[in-house]
């Protein structure tokens, strides 16, 4: 059973250009959403995390959306770069679980110059 | 601080034999989880231990198995390897406190190859 949903398994952007991934979660009692970053050879990164208090969190040039009713939460890259070129996994956690997270499958994103 | 450290980073064994693997928290942390990842499945959890403790399993088979030391330092164990088990292992570590956040840190991985 798939918790955590992510879209799209791919995306292609051009440079500067603002790279959107999409996840949807079916337990109500996650409350820690967490993102991170994989290079290839690489072990993920954390990138931004939010609470479902929160509706919008904003680290650099990630911001993280969280609409608790519609259960989803998405990752906006501003002003991509070749460098941001990259796996980003999507994950969601909850207090009776310990530090447990629940992976989506990963949206491969490729930035071109 | 120094990061999640895991070792070794690559490993190749043959089936039915065993493997340990090897993960030290970044200092401070007292929780250590472990992850497998594989083309196929995708991340999936393992167990993480707490105050040499573990507080969480995954669902994986009894071949799988793990302990935390004193130190918070943590290892893996997998008995009569399969084919199937060949996988990135990833270690992540944590404060592990219930009511701060659940910040984990990854480690680099091992790479276990089994032919």
């Known amino acids: 059973q798939q918790q955590v949903k992510q879209s799209p398994q791919s995306l292609i952007v051009q440079k500067g250009g603002i790279p959107i991934i999409n996840c949807a979660y079916e337990?109500?009692?996650?409350?820690?959403f967490p993102w991170y970053q994989q290079f290839p050879g690489k072990g993920p990164a954390l990138l931004i995390a939010i609470r479902p208090d929160v509706s919008e969190k904003k680290e650099g040039r990630f911001t993280i959306s969280f609409n608790k009713s519609a259960k989803q939460f998405s990752l906006h890259i501003m002003d991509s770069q070749p460098g941001d070129s990259a796996t980003y996994f999507c994950?969601?956690?909850?207090?009776?679980?310990?530090?447990?997270?629940?992976f989506g499958t990963g949206t491969r994103l490729a930035v071109r110059p | 601080k120094a990061g999640v450290t895991q070792t070794p980073r690559y490993l190749i064994k043959t089936r039915g034999q065993q493997v340990t693997l090897s993960c030290s928290p970044i200092s401070g942390h007292r929780s250590v989880s472990w992850y497998q990842q594989t083309p196929g499945q995708g991340l999936q959890f393992l167990f993480e231990?707490?105050?040499?403790?573990?507080?969480n399993k995954g669902n994986f088979p009894g071949r799988f198995s793990g302990r935390q030391f004193s130190n918070s330092r943590s290892e893996m164990n997998v008995s009569t390897l399969e084919l199937g088990d060949s996988a990135l292992y990833l270690c992540a570590s944590s404060l592990g406190h219930r009511d701060t956040t659940y910040e984990q840190y990854f480690g680099p991985g091992t790479r276990l190859t089994v032919t």
């Open positions: 231990y707490f105050s040499e403790t573990q507080r």
């Open positions: 337990n109500t009692a996650f409350d820690y």
């Open positions: 994950a969601a956690s909850k207090k009776s679980s310990g530090d447990k997270l629940t």
